[in-house]
């Protein structure tokens, strides 16, 4: 029921070209952006764990490939950071560059 009263006021603020409408995308746009941050944060944190684990367990099991596993590990690390930045922009994008307002 709170879903359908806060699109509902999405709708409204689409639809009306005041001031009003403007306040509602703003704050839609806030709401969207810390909400899709957090996300892509905790994403990105569960999977560089994920990568780090699988390293120091492959490098518990054979030594000698360390290198080659640490390597491995920080590009997957760089893409997996990566995704978090996209995320930022478009949060950036959707605060200060928004084509709704």
Same mark, same amino acid.
């Given at each position: 029921?709170?879903?359908?009263?806060?699109?509902?006021?999405?709708?409204?603020?689409?639809?009306?070209?005041?001031?009003?409408?403007?306040?509602?995308?703003?704050?839609?746009?806030?709401?969207?952006?810390? =909400?899709?941050?957090?996300?892509?944060?905790?994403?990105?944190?569960?999977?560089?764990?994920?990568?780090?684990?699988?390293?120091?367990?492959?490098?518990?099991?054979?030594?000698?490939?360390?290198?080659?596993?640490?390597?491995?590990m920080f590009i997957a690390?760089?893409? =997996?950071?990566?995704?978090?930045?996209?995320?930022?922009?478009?949060?950036? =994008?959707?605060?200060?560059?928004?084509?709704? =307002?």
């Amino acid at each position: 029921m709170r879903l359908l009263v806060v699109l509902c006021l999405g709708m409204i603020g689409f639809a009306f070209g005041t001031e009003m409408g403007a306040d509602v995308i703003k704050s839609y746009s806030v709401a969207g952006a810390v =909400i899709g941050l957090g996300i892509a944060a905790l994403g990105g944190a569960i999977g560089m764990g994920h990568a780090a684990a699988a390293t120091i367990s492959g490098t518990a099991r054979n030594p000698g490939i360390s290198g080659k596993l640490l390597g491995t590990m920080f590009i997957a690390l760089a893409l =997996i950071e990566a995704q978090v930045i996209y995320t930022l922009v478009l949060a950036l =994008i959707a605060l200060y560059a928004n084509p709704f =307002i």
